[in-house]
């Protein structure tokens, strides 16, 4: 591993401890992260929330009715495109 990867995954461990700032907001605003996230990225964002639920940083109650608050709206949207778009 080169020294610049080694200081880059230094620096993504270091950020993740327990005692950041980043940890200590999770909790309090990450439910909607998830919510905007989701809703702008989808999959990935689900899945890196699913592994903050089981290493006990969020609810996973609480981050799935966040997901799919985003998944309807995101259907939404989609629905409201396809119904107002002129038939040829």
């Excluded at 109650?61 to 107002?84: D, F, H, K, P, V």
Aim: glycine share 8%; with cysteine.
């Amino acid at each position: 591993m080169s020294v610049t990867a080694f200081s880059v995954w230094t620096g993504v461990v270091s950020l993740l401890s327990d005692q950041t700032l980043v940890m200590r907001l999770l909790p309090k605003y990450g439910y909607f992260a998830v919510l905007v996230a989701a809703f702008c990225e989808g999959e990935a964002t689900l899945i890196a929330a699913g592994a903050l639920c089981g290493a006990g940083y969020l609810d996973w109650r609480l981050t799935i009715l966040a997901a799919a608050l985003a998944a309807r709206q995101e259907i939404r949207s989609i629905s409201m495109g396809r119904t107002n778009e002129p038939h040829v």
